[in-house]
């Protein structure tokens, strides 16, 4: 079995600082990319930002300057440091990573719970 457990959601003023973690834990062999998904009411869920195993991240153009993803290959962690928060980011934030669970599987997708970010205006 395979879990992702997110930490850091809460409430923030906008232009405060959020840092959210994530926690890959269970049957790991391997780990591809790792990022964070946000679904805000209403929308559908977005990509925020992704990162390789090798340290490459990508950002969705919204987030771009103001979140910053780090990962931890060791530890099976990644984090998304969030500054200069604004209402629009108030979303579930879900962990996600592209895992294979044992040599001989592909990898597939795994889903954390999701944090809550609320930021007021």
């Known amino acids: 079995q395979v879990q992702l457990v997110e930490s850091g959601g809460g409430l923030v003023q906008a232009g405060g600082s959020l840092r959210l973690s994530c926690a890959a834990s269970?049957?790991?062999?391997?780990?591809?990319?790792m990022g964070w998904y946000r679904q805000a009411p209403g929308k559908q869920r977005e990509l925020v930002a992704v990162?390789?195993?090798?340290?490459?991240?990508t950002y969705v153009e919204f987030v771009k300057a103001r979140f910053t993803i780090s990962r931890d290959n060791a530890k099976n962690t990644v984090d998304l440091q969030m500054n200069s928060l604004k209402p629009e980011d108030t979303a579930v934030y879900y962990c996600?990573?592209?895992?294979?669970?044992?040599?001989?599987?592909?990898?597939?997708?795994?889903w954390g719970q999701g944090t809550q970010v609320t930021v007021s205006s």
């Open positions: 269970g049957s790991i062999f391997s780990i591809n990319t």
């Open positions: 996600h990573a592209n895992l294979r669970s044992t040599w001989f599987v592909s990898h597939r997708d795994y």
């Open positions: 990162i390789s195993n090798g340290g490459s991240a």
